[in-house]
């Protein structure tokens, strides 16, 4: 498995904001991941599918007009200051 970091921003300003959030974050859902509480729009996610797997799946609950990044996690390449948890559900899959 490894570990990516998903960024991503959806139009706020189209009329269904609020239920393309929804949509969007239950399909973040159907991967293994995690959150900090100080990052709204960042998720890290263990899989075994690539980076143009996982957006072209996310993708899916997005506009044309919202964005999305997907980067690999390698191991020693990575640093920030995240919430412990974070840290600690990070550490053992990359």
Not at 14 to 22: F, L, V, W
Not at 27 to 42: A, I, M, P, Q, R
Not at 45 to 66: G, K
């Amino acid at each position: 498995m490894s570990v990516y970091l998903v960024t991503w921003n959806l139009n706020n300003e189209k009329p269904n904001y609020s239920d393309a959030r929804k949509v969007f974050l239950s399909k973040l859902e159907e991967y293994d991941n995690f959150k900090d509480s100080g990052l709204d729009s960042v998720r890290f996610i263990s899989t075994n599918q690539s980076a143009q797997q996982i957006s072209d799946n996310l993708r899916q609950a997005m506009d044309d007009n919202d964005r999305i990044f997907v980067t690999k996690l390698n191991t020693g390449s990575h640093q920030g200051w995240l919430d412990k948890s974070v840290w600690k559900w990070i550490e053992p899959r990359v």
